[in-house]
């Protein structure tokens, strides 16, 4: 409902200017297999019908209007009268960035302004099919610093920075541009607009950071609202004039001459103006507390994706900024605003982690060796001593003993001095020993369980065993 109220509108204020045959026709009946040569295309009968009809010879001059936020590109043509008619709308079929101007190389914008075209820049060999160059940057551009290259209207359907739009269009667009530089026309303006500068969209643009721009682009699209005639363009002081009549040469950065407006067209947008103030009183109450969100690119491109289906990867379109963009209440869109910045912070902050790691390891190629692990490792307990293997001539031996460890008593006085002292130490000791200290075999902890204290040792008598002796191999069977 909001768009469809914004159209009526645009048509509202159209009429009050005196427009007339602003049908819109966006379709095409071009087949292009049957197109032996692009650049010597003849337009269709149909159309050559409708000149005949309004009144318009087939190569009289043209004019060129896009407005960005519908999507349209509008071929103008003169009358006999010379004032210009719409011959026919196309619906631009890609155009990249966001409403507002081209500011510099690689941002991406498509311009916006009043360029002129020349024959020298219709290129027939273009790799997007047929292309016309825009001339950015202009006069204007160039005063205000701004650059960029290679922008065009062309076919193709893929932008980045241009007005695309599809082979069978650009073939007609181009046909019609052909005959009017051989009818004698020297240049074909262009004008290029966010959107239609009617008091509705003013209003609903009006916090935009280039609402300044626009209205000084206003006065050259008013002029032509109500002229129907392309206006006369020149710059000074880094500014646009229009219509205007100068007691002295245009200086674009320099002080603009004496200049004035010449009397029929003041009139005329004297009463344009009043009519527009009203307007724009009434669309700035319908916005109270409201503002336009406008769409990036890649959310326009999200609401046409399906148009992309079964196509090849270059053909790119992108949906207009009516679609995808919304009315909105101020608080709201802070908060979106807000969330975007943080996650393009976020992006960019990932984007150089990412740069960074492959700086350090030459883009992949080596990967660094990680560091020894700080922390000391703990140590291995020392291998329990295995008792030594039997022989075989034990194993039949019956005064063996059983037990390999050795008679707690048996000790020499070299041991009992070494052993003395841990028996005095506390079983909280002995027990950490176990834990901490290298792992001892169980004959040495049998001994330090059993040692006596110094005193007993001293008192008691050493008792020698002698080990049994093992039985003659002849007797291994007797009893």
């Not at 027990?431 to 004959?443: H, L, Y």
Request: hydrophobic share 35%; charged share 25%.
């Amino acid at each position: 409902m909001r768009f469809r109220n914004l159209v009526a509108s645009a048509a509202i204020v159209a009429a009050l200017a005196g427009c007339t045959n602003e049908t819109l026709d966006t379709t095409t009946s071009v087949d292009l297999r049957s197109v032996k040569n692009k650049t010597e295309y003849q337009v269709s009968g149909p159309m050559v019908k409708k000149m005949t009809e309004l009144g318009i010879q087939k190569q009289a001059p043209i004019a060129l209007r896009i407005f960005k936020e519908e999507g349209t590109l509008e071929v103008w043509k003169a009358n006999t009268a010379n004032r210009f008619q719409l011959l026919k709308s196309y619906k631009i079929c890609a155009w990249s960035g966001k409403l507002g101007p081209k500011v510099k190389e690689g941002d991406r914008q498509a311009p916006e302004g009043f360029y002129p075209l020349f024959p020298h820049q219709m290129n027939p060999n273009s790799n997007y099919y047929l292309a016309i160059n825009t001339g950015y940057p202009n006069t204007y551009d160039k005063a205000n610093g701004r650059q960029g290259t290679h922008l065009m209207i062309h076919g193709a359907c893929s932008s980045s920075g241009c007005y695309s739009m599809t082979d069978e269009q650009m073939i007609e667009i181009f046909a019609l541009a052909r005959d009017s530089f051989k009818g004698g026309q020297e240049s074909v303006q262009l004008q290029a607009f966010p959107f239609r500068m009617t008091a509705e969209n003013m209003a609903r643009h009006r916090n935009n950071p280039n609402i300044k721009f626009w209205n000084m682009l206003k006065v050259g699209y008013d002029q032509f609202e109500i002229t129907k005639r392309p206006p006369e363009v020149n710059v000074c002081e880094k500014k646009y004039v229009f219509n205007q009549q100068a007691s002295g040469p245009f200086n674009p950065s320099g002080q603009c001459p004496a200049m004035s407006t010449p009397p029929a067209l003041q009139v005329a947008m004297a009463g344009f103006e009043k009519t527009y103030r009203t307007d724009y009183d009434k669309a700035m109450k319908k916005y109270d507390g409201m503002v336009w969100y406008e769409p990036s690119e890649a959310e326009r491109k999200a609401i046409v994706a399906k148009q992309r289906v079964g196509r090849e990867l270059a053909y790119a379109p992108t949906g207009n900024s009516f679609d995808a963009g919304k009315l909105m209440k101020a608080s709201d869109l802070e908060k979106k605003l807000a969330d975007q910045k943080e996650a393009e912070e976020t992006k960019q902050a990932v984007e150089i982690q990412k740069k960074e790691l492959e700086k350090a390891t030459d883009g992949g190629k080596h990967v660094p060796v990680p560091a020894a692990n700080p922390v000391p490792q703990p140590v291995m307990q020392a291998a329990v001593e295995q008792p030594a293997k039997k022989s075989f001539w034990s194993l039949f031996s019956k005064s063996e003993p059983e037990a390999e460890a050795p008679a707690q008593a048996v000790q020499t006085p070299e041991q009992q001095a070494a052993v003395a002292p841990q028996a005095q130490e506390p079983a909280k000791t002995t027990k950490q020993a176990r834990t901490t200290a290298p792992a001892a075999t169980e004959q040495q902890t049998a001994a330090v369980a059993t040692a006596p204290a110094p005193e007993a040792v001293a008192e008691t008598p050493v008792l020698t065993e002698e080990p049994p002796k093992k039985r003659p191999f002849w007797k291994i069977w007797g009893n």
